[in-house]
């Protein structure tokens, strides 16, 4: 297959829709994901997961992904609310969370005082009509007030249904106020660059796997990382003919992307 | 004025935020309308108030509005409600609701099992996230499902509080299933021009008073009526200079308008 003709010196993944589907109590591993991110371990080829997951803090999807049998470390896996906690400290803003509660234990040392921001996480059922015109009016009261939305999915899968994520609440936002949102997470290129230097790894030498085609696959394209889509999670039939972002490759799951880059690491 | 120039054979007024500004209880009539809407009326100039409201029913609206003091009849009110149950009915278009109870009746003979469709009025604290998901899944399952917004607001200010209106939670739903909504009520050129027909009056006999630049003023623009701003209800100091539309005049309110248009009638 093309998309492994010159090395894969270092890969990222998504974790839902990719290593497991979210759903009752911990959801269940997709069949083959835990085996195969053991082997790319095995084969030491450096991994790190990339995820959009804002309702659970990264330590609670750490052990749940343990608990599912998959060998994962903390510092392995990047997600938004870290990088938008780093943000606010660095622009010294003041933020109404639009937020899980699950997720708080993040923000704790966040000053959150006469806000001058807004940051909107998946809050799942918490976006609630009265939570969303409390953001609203922090913007439209305070013209400089920063938006910043962690991620811009559009829905996800959980419990085999589909849900909405956080992209259509910013949007909602971004609407009501005339602006528009900071994007910290997938498909913002500085997301996906932190990852790579972790693995001191460079764009062209590495594959980001992913079942949301516009976030993962085409965010990471945009990068200059090789962008797989699997036919898990979210994928629908339709994404095999997206008008905008062309995979570089379409897999089945992620066993069947693994078996592909370590046949080619075996070759090498 | 410049506005006045031509003669004025009918007027289409807004009423929340031109007649009254909603808010505890029945909120209360802004200074000088209940006066303004007096004189019209005896001066024998047709009126048909244009409204976007969708959380209660054009009887319950007109009721609360003689509360306040305005003589009006229910047959002059124009609003979206009964302008989509007719639209849904011609087009056999079942709908899922996301609407207020509050307005329940006005759909009581609407079909809703098997939802084809999706209505989206102002629901208020009934934008939920589990309904707007319930209305998602009818979109995202189904390709041909039309949504229909019931007007497309972006706020209003109620109890002096600027509070989002339906046009944000249409967004969302456009973006989460890339599509378009269908807009029913202002700024829809159909809605401007059922309430001119119902007068016998042409657009550019006509001027439209509203607190909403872009839906009132720009929406009567578009369809040749002219387009009066008010300086009450959500009116902002930067709708001076909106970038998109510039009014045939600002007023500071109701009264002023019916003090030109009426001084003009009387040395015609």
Tied chains: 1, 2.
Excluded at 124 to 136: C, D
Aim: net charge negative.
């Amino acid at each position: 297959m093309s998309w492994t003709k010159t090395p894969i010196r270092g890969v990222l993944l998504d974790i839902t829709g990719v290593l497991y589907n979210s759903g009752e109590g911990d959801g269940e591993a997709i069949p083959g994901s835990v085996e195969a991110v053991a082997r790319l371990a095995a084969s030491g080829t450096p991994v790190r997961f990339c995820t959009n997951e804002t309702m659970t803090t990264r330590r609670r999807l750490v052990e749940k992904l343990r608990r599912l049998g998959f060998d994962i470390e903390l510092d392995q896996v990047f997600s938004p609310v870290p990088a938008v906690v780093s943000e606010l400290r660095r622009r010294r803003l003041r933020p109404f969370l639009v937020s899980h509660p699950d997720v708080a234990e993040e923000f704790a040392d966040v000053v959150t005082m006469n806000p001058n921001a807004v940051v909107l996480a998946d809050a799942g059922r918490h976006f609630t009509y009265e939570i969303l015109n409390e953001a609203f009016r922090v913007l439209i009261t305070n013209p400089d007030a920063v938006l910043f939305s962690l991620g811009i999915g559009k829905y996800y899968k959980d419990a085999d249904r589909l849900t909405l994520d956080v992209g259509p609440f910013a949007r909602a936002l971004e609407y009501a106020t005339s602006r528009k949102a900071e994007v910290v997470g997938k498909p913002a290129k500085a997301f996906f660059e932190t990852a790579l230097r972790d693995m001191g790894v460079e764009p062209n030498d590495a594959v980001m796997v992913g079942d949301d085609i516009v976030n993962d696959v085409g965010g990471a394209q945009k990068c200059g990382i090789r962008g797989v889509q699997v036919r898990t999670g979210k994928f629908q039939p339709g994404d095999e003919r997206h008008p905008d972002v062309k995979p570089d490759a379409f897999v089945n799951n992620l066993a069947e992307a693994v078996d592909e880059i370590l046949r080619k690491k075996e070759q090498a």
